[in-house]
């Protein structure tokens, strides 16, 4: 039987952690609130040192390292937030520290990791590629492993988030978390059990990269074939043996939300909620918007990181705003005639739709002669209108279609 951390385990971690990790705010959704019919609110763990909760359960692990464990440097596989706590964590004990991460891992999270004082080593496309050879390069220099989610210690520090909450919410009935391999919901739901059996703690994962459903259904963890999400924080294709005992008895439910779903998440919370959040941050204010899961008020949301690269940020903001209905990508079929693009982009224009880009094709073999085809941009203000502005150009003899569609 594998033991479970307990909440004198999460309290000692929180000691450890007074001066180190900061107690991060506990902010109100109003969306979400209206949305829910009841409170909800974030908890913002993307404003916590090296912009994620990782540092707590890093500084946990690396701190109670001996003397003779220190010397010979820690190694950690992370797509970014891991390793930028292990850096953070290994530099105030005075550590060396050395970070595997997937080639594909996003430059600033490298570059932060950099800056932290950790040595790069680009291993992979994925965390678990890095996490190989993170434990061969263990094992060939005698440096420390630091797991990001399987060990006792880290399972530990991630469950001071739940001691900040209760603290700040007493009357918190539901806590929805991300899950990766799942350290945070771990350490969430010990500390939340232990004090209030009747809070229900939700984990929610990438609908392509979750493996926790069917290690669940499985009874034992399984290892996904594949896996590929926007929210390359929980992209991890294996529970933990230890974090998939915690979750199979303390965790309430898994439940999964789609990219379009993640993306809707974040466009809110930076429009609405002032917050930047990386894709797996969102992820559990992303099950809220979705109605994934049935939930009872007032909930708490861990918005679990912020570091998110601006490049991603733009893709998903546009993607978000598409999945909300308010941006279109629409291809117009029709005649090649003098006057033809002004007639179609002033019918756009009455609808009070803005066109963001144009692109006029006659090349396209599929037309016919004498058409043309027109690749447009368009930002609406909502489902309803671009169902209006798309029936409306319908309606006046415009062939349209939508990107991707033959």
């Known amino acids: 039987m594998t033991e479970l ?18 107690t991060t705010p506990l902010e109100p959704s109003r969306p979400l609130s209206a949305e829910l019919g009841g409170p909800v609110w974030l908890k913002c763990e993307n404003v916590q040192r090296a912009g994620s909760y990782k ?21 950690a596989a992370s797509a970014g937030n891991h390793a930028q706590g292990v850096a953070l964590a290994a530099g105030l004990v005075g550590a060396r520290a050395t970070v595997f991460m997937p080639v594909n891992a996003p430059l600033p999270k490298v570059a932060a990791t950099k800056g932290y004082g950790a040595r790069i080593e680009l291993v992979g496309n994925t ?44 009357d918190v009935r539901t806590i929805v978390t991300g899950v990766g391999g799942g350290g945070l919901v771990s350490g969430l739901a010990v500390a939340a059990k232990a004090l209030r059996p009747d809070v229900r703690v939700i984990g929610v994962q990438a609908a392509s990269a979750a493996a926790f459903p069917p290690s669940l259904q499985a009874g034992e963890p399984v290892r996904l074939p594949s896996f590929a999400t926007i929210a390359d924080g929980i992209a991890v294709g294996r529970p933990g043996e230890l974090t998939f005992t915690h979750v199979r008895k303390l965790v309430d439910d898994v439940v999964t939300v789609s990219e379009e779903d993640i993306s809707r998440a974040l466009l809110m919370l930076l429009e609405r909620g002032k917050q930047v959040v990386e894709p797996a941050g969102a992820v ?28 991603l940020m733009l893709r998903v903001i546009e993607h978000g705003l598409a999945a909300a209905g308010r941006f279109l990508r629409v291809t117009v079929r029709c005649t090649d005639r003098p006057g033809q693009l002004a007639s179609l982009l002033g019918e756009i224009a009455e609808h009070r739709a803005n066109v963001v880009d144009v692109v006029h094709q006659r090349a396209n073999p599929h037309l016919r002669l004498g058409e043309v085809e027109v690749a447009l941009s368009v930002e609406t203000r909502g489902v309803a209108h671009s169902d209006t502005l798309i029936s409306a150009l319908r309606a006046s003899g415009y062939q349209v279609s939508f990107a991707g569609e033959g």
């Open 5 to 22: 951390v307990g909440l004198a385990d999460v309290q000692a971690a929180r000691e450890l952690l007074a001066g180190v990790t900061r």
């Open 127 to 170: 965390v678990d590629e890095s996490l190989v050879a993170a434990q061969t390069f263990a094992e060939r220099t005698g440096a420390v492993f630091i797991h990001p989610f399987d060990h006792p210690d880290v399972i530990a520090g991630q469950g001071t988030v739940a001691l900040e909450i209760l603290e700040q919410c007493p």
């Open 284 to 311: 559990g204010v992303a099950a809220l918007l979705a109605g994934a899961v049935e939930v009872t008020t007032p909930v708490v949301a861990v918005l679990s990181g912020g570091n998110i690269d601006p490049l």
């Open 55 to 75: 540092v707590r359960g890093a500084y946990v692990r690396i701190s109670r390292l001996s003397a003779e464990e220190r010397a010979r440097g820690v190694v």
